[in-house]
């Protein structure tokens, strides 16, 4: 946390706004191109499941720690409400002023992502985070994905890397929908 701080200080000491954002308190998934992998131990293969992460299964290579497990994601959401509160705990930076960090996870897991999601104002919010995102396994146009993303009023980023076009980025946004208008109070 120290860190963070120091580095949003460093940055607004330098009259640029910075907002800080960090891929914490997620959902501690990991996500597989393939659904199992081939264990050799000795001169025998077995296949087992993949390690999702520990909100789907356990690291441990055998079989039985890796079948699914509805317990590992209760226990992943009762870590990220506990590094949530501590967030909140030290969202007061120097001198008092309110510094709160702001979390980052991909919509991985959409059976995580959807019971999080609530009607807040009349707007669709994921609550488990403020800036979901989607990654390249996840970004399918016509997908559940996207389609959940699509619905929510949170910022969605989109995942890239330096082999990746603007087109390619673009095809993987969400479609556009209308956006509330600013108004000034007094």
């Not at 009607?119 to 390249?136: D, F, M, Q």
């Amino acid at each position: 946390m120290a860190q963070l701080h120091e580095l949003r200080a460093g940055l607004t000491g330098s009259r640029v706004p910075a907002v800080v954002i960090g891929r914490i308190a997620g959902q501690y998934a990991i996500p597989r191109s393939a659904a199992s992998r081939l264990l050799v131990r000795g001169s025998g293969v077995t296949e087992i499941a993949g390690y999702r992460g520990d909100i789907v299964n356990d690291v441990s290579p055998d079989p039985l720690s890796r079948t699914p497990d509805p317990r590992c994601l209760l226990r992943a959401y009762h870590h990220a409400a506990a590094t949530m509160s501590l967030l909140r705990a030290h969202a007061v930076g120097h001198p008092g002023v309110r510094t709160g960090v702001f979390t980052s996870h991909e919509a991985l897991l959409l059976r995580y992502e959807e019971p999080l999601t609530r009607l807040r104002g009349g707007t669709s919010l994921n609550t488990g985070t403020r800036l979901p995102w989607v990654g390249w396994r996840t970004a399918e146009p016509s997908g559940g994905h996207i389609e959940h993303l699509s619905g929510i009023g949170n910022p969605v980023a989109v995942k890239v890397s330096a082999g990746t076009s603007p087109v390619d980025a673009r095809r993987h946004l969400p479609p556009s929908r209308p956006r509330p208008a600013c108004t000034s109070r007094p």
